[in-house]
């Protein structure tokens, strides 16, 4: 079931994750369940290529980055929720980079 955005999000028509100009979509990191589907930390703005690749690790870790930069203690909150909407290459993805974290 398909949740309307009620955020309304000024698109800058530009790829935050390759930076590549032009169409751009807003792209809903773990889905549009109605808990998040209007919450800034799961969205970003995506070009089409970045947001059918959006499971590649090196996507991945740039939305990661991006959003940690964007929004305070969005790992903890992107486990957290990626957990609870069963997205297991997330957990994986999360849980792997926090144990590094603990290690350096």
């Keep these: 079931m398909k949740h309307p955005m ?3 999000m000024n698109k800058l028509n530009k790829c935050e994750i390759c930076n590549t100009p032009g169409y751009t979509e807003l792209m809903h990191i773990f889905g549009r ?3 998040i589907v209007n919450d800034p930390r ?7 290529d970045c947001h059918k690749d959006e499971n ?8 990661r980055n ?4 964007k929004h305070k ?7 957290e929720t ?9 957990m994986e ?11 350096i």
């Design 73 to 79: 203690n969005w790992d903890e909150w992107a486990l």
């Design 56 to 63: 590649n690790r090196f996507t991945m870790e740039r939305i």
């Design 33 to 35: 369940n109605k808990q």
């Design 6 to 8: 009620k955020l309304k």
């Design 93 to 103: 993805y999360l849980t792997r980079k926090a144990k590094i974290k603990e290690e």
């Design 42 to 48: 799961n969205i970003i703005e995506g070009c089409k």
């Design 82 to 90: 990626a957990k609870i909407q069963g997205k297991h290459n997330w």
């Design 66 to 69: 991006i959003q940690n930069n």
